[in-house]
C-alpha cells in the first residue's frame, strides 16, 4: 500500500475514533447536555430537569447519527486493501461529510474546530491524489 493511500487509511480511522468518542459522549450525557441547550435561566430546577428530559431524545439521536457516520468512515478505511474504485468513493463522501460536520460544530467548539477542518480537508483531498487514484483503479 502507497504511503498516500496508508496515511489516509489512518487518518480515516483517527477521525472516526474522534466522532465515536463525540457520539458516545451525547449518547451517555443527553440529559445534561439538552439541559445545558435548551434549559432555562430563570427556571426552577425541576423544569430545567424536565426541559433536559424533554429534549434528550434528539441529543441522542444525533449521537447516534454521529456514530453511524464514525462506522462508515472505520470500515471504509478496513475495506482499503481490497483496492475496490468504490471504496475511494467512499473515502471522498467521508471527507465531504466531515467537512459538513465542521460546519455544524463551528458553533460550539470554534478553538477546537480549526484542527477538525484541517482534517476534513485533508480527508477530502488525499483520495484524489495520484498514488490513491492508482491503488485503487481510479
Not at 462508515?72 to 468513493?89: D, M, Q, S
Request: with cysteine; hydrophobic share 60%.
Amino acid at each position: 500500500m502507497p504511503a498516500p493511500v496508508s496515511s489516509l487509511r489512518v487518518l480515516m480511522m483517527v477521525v472516526g475514533g474522534l466522532q465515536a468518542i463525540l457520539g458516545l459522549a451525547l449518547v451517555t450525557n443527553s440529559v445534561a447536555i439538552a439541559t445545558s441547550l435548551w434549559g432555562e435561566d430563570d427556571a426552577s430546577a425541576y423544569a430545567r430537569r424536565a426541559t433536559g428530559e424533554d429534549h434528550a431524545g434528539t441529543v441522542v439521536f444525533v449521537g447516534i447519527l454521529i456514530l453511524a457516520i464514525a462506522a462508515w468512515g472505520i470500515l471504509t478505511a478496513l475495506k482499503f486493501p481490497t483496492r475496490h474504485p468504490n471504496v475511494r468513493n467512499s473515502a471522498i463522501a467521508y471527507g465531504w461529510t466531515a467537512l459538513a460536520f465542521t460546519v455544524a460544530l463551528w458553533a460550539f467548539l470554534s478553538v477546537l474546530i480549526l484542527i477538525w477542518l484541517i482534517l476534513a480537508i485533508l480527508l477530502t483531498v488525499r483520495p484524489n491524489q495520484p498514488e490513491c487514484r492508482a491503488w485503487f483503479g481510479g
